[in-house]
């Protein structure tokens, strides 16, 4: 191709996020090299920077960004506003003959390696400033699970462009200072894992409540995994001591908590590809990896650790046809490793009142305030800045209210 709106997975490296974005480059760069030791990562390919901003050309998007972004700062839009008119023209864009072709033959390719027609394939936003040192843009972008066929593709692929101006994308990047017409946005297509019928879930290689950095955490679900990554669902919880992992002979697993894991994500037919559906009794009663596949994801772990230098935030799939274990990403974890190391603080209450409620705390501090109880995130324009935020779940379409907040409680 004379011009390079494609690149399958094994073409791209970790040092390419200016080409693949974040999540894009550390696929490729887990293809390349930790498939000789194991680690699964499903196939699939990338577009490319250069594709996004031959879409923005095209359909003149460059200025309607600039034009919106300027009445919001002038005060004649909200953010809302402004990020729907944004978004509605990437979606109303068409692509560029040559663009949509390279996609469609890159998907037709895939689906050959795999013996099949039409694919299914998940579709994943991959932004340029990802996971950069001083920021996390990780979970801002959309992603689309159970994607079919060439239109759907191409109007998927359209979603993710758009996905680059949620109310949530725009806010961040304007508290990070980040100009928004030098991010660009990176397609991945990655052939599915069938965890529809199988389970999902997340891994660290370090503890995400105390930093302990000789531990494996993995939280598990049955179906596809953006309940997980959403916190959706209390999923189960795997802890496998890493030190011990070494020895072939032991199954070094130190805590296994059962989750209620009360919803999972399935394929779906209609307007919307994936459909969530209550778990069976069964279902709920049981663990939803065993001792092994838990100690090899747990090995995998420490191996990706390695390989990066870092600790390191991934997803993964078990294929419930084949049985298998993907990995389907990977990128540094950024709370727990960027604490400041060796302080231990506590905190006790001095004065005790009435019992509220009670639960699972995750962060190091104790606060007092004001609740501001805000049901819908369409409501969080009504959120009084130094309460404390009561909702049913957060996600990152509260980005803009959630430092603002004292204190965040959820169901």
Partial sequence: MAQTDVLWFEEVKRSQVGLVGGKNSSLGEMV?????????????????????????????????????????????????ETGQAVRSAFLHGEFPPATAEAITKAYAE???????????????????????????????????????????????????YASLFTDRAISYRQVKGFDHLQVALSVGVQQMVRSDIGGSGVMFSI?????????VRIDAAWGLGENVVQGAVDPDAYQVFKPLLGDESLLPIVEKTLGEKAIKMIYATGDEPTKNVPTSRAERAAFVLNDQEIVLL??????????????????????????????????????QSRREAGVFRSYRVIEKGKVLTTGLSIGGAITAGRVCLIEDVRDIDKFVDGSILVTGITDPDWVPIMKKAAAIITD
């Fill in 298 to 335: 747990a090995r995998w772990a420490t191996t990706i650790e390695k390989h990066y230098g870092c600790p390191m935030d991934m997803e993964w799939a078990k294929d419930g046809d084949t049985g298998e274990i993907f990995i389907v990403q990977a990128r540094p974890e950024t709370v």
């Fill in 110 to 160: 895939l689906s050959k390696r795999a013996g099949k027609d039409e694919l299914d394939v998940a579709v994943r936003s991959s932004a340029t400033a990802e996971d950069l040192p001083d920021a996390s843009f990780a979970g801002q972008q959309e992603t689309f699970l159970n994607v079919r066929g060439d239109r759907a593709l191409l109007d998927y692929c359209r979603r993710c």
């Fill in 207 to 215: 503890d995400t409540e105390s930093g302990f950095d000789k531990v």
């Fill in 32 to 80: 390349q090299t930790l498939s000789a030791q194991g680690v699964k990562v499903p196939p699939g390919f990338a577009t490319t920077a250069e594709a996004y901003w031959r879409y923005v050309e095209a359909n003149d998007l460059r200025q309607v960004i600039s034009d919106r972004l300027d009445e919001m700062a002038a005060g004649k839009k909200t953010l809302a």
